[in-house]
Structures are given as structure tokens and as C-alpha cells.
């Protein structure tokens, strides 16, 4: 009797473990620039990465990529490819690739690292326009790029 209460008081009380985000420094790219695992353990929600394309603080992604889906909403911009069929022409660890650091796949793309940190020429502090004033934090969290990366995986032709 007494190993049931104790068994039963230990998953009473037991607090769920979650998964860390991984650290924008420790994201490991493949030799193409993909990315296998989740940065952040979570499932991303393809309705929040949408909110983060189209937000101007965020991700903006429509200030320089057209994607059909989003016709409502203005200013689509003709720098980056149509992002029509992103789902269907990438993969998730790609897409995370893409999102966190393109770099890595496109060495002089003028695409923004989402999830990076570090070795930056001349950092400024995201989209305000000032120098950084400490050390920089992701334009993106790790969770928010897994929703943006749902959110690209939902646009198939």
C-alpha cells in the first residue's frame, strides 16, 4: 500500500520536462545548410508562422518574398524567390536551414539570419536601425522558426 501512495504521489507531483531550445551557436547545419533537428523540441503552428511572415517586427518575409496565400496582405516584395510551392520544393531541415542561417546554402544571399548571433561584420539591433548595445539576441526564437517552417510546409502547389 504504501509503494502505490508513493508511486502515485511521484506522478502527482512530477513537473513535465521540456525540451531547451538549442542555442543560435549550437544549430548544426549539414554541408548544405540543412538542418534535421527541431530548435526548439516543439511542433511549430503553422497559423503563428504565418503571423510571424507577414509581421513587420518579426519576420516580415513578404517584404521581400510573394506568396499567393498572403494576397491580402500588402507590400509582397520581388528580392527572394516566390514562395508558392515552398513545401513541396524543400524539406523541413531545409526550410530550418533557409530560416535560421542562408547563408549557408546561399553564401551572398541578402536574405537576414533568423537564428544567429555571432560573426557579424557590422551588427545592428534587429530592424531598428541602431548599432547593437549588448549582445544580440535571434530575430527569430527557436520556436518561431519551427512556425514559420510549418507555415512554409502548408504552401504546396
Known sequence: MK?????????????????????????????????????????????????????????????????????????????????DGAGDRWTAAELRGLVANPKNTFEGTVMPAFYRTSGFTRPGDAFTGKAATGPLSPLLTAQEVEDVVAYLQTLTE
Do not use: Q, W
Open 3 to 83: 509503494r502505490k501512495i508513493l508511486i502515485f504521489c511521484c506522478l502527482a507531483f512530477a513537473t513535465p520536462t521540456f525540451a531547451e531550445d538549442v542555442a543560435p551557436d549550437d544549430v548544426v547545419y549539414s554541408e548544405y545548410g540543412e538542418v534535421e533537428a527541431s530548435l526548439s523540441g516543439v511542433a511549430g503552428d503553422p497559423d503563428a508562422g504565418r503571423e510571424i511572415m507577414v509581421a513587420r517586427g518579426k519576420g516580415n518575409c513578404i517584404a521581400c518574398h510573394e506568396v499567393t496565400a498572403l494576397k491580402d496582405e500588402p507590400f509582397h516584395g520581388e528580392v527572394g524567390p516566390i514562395l
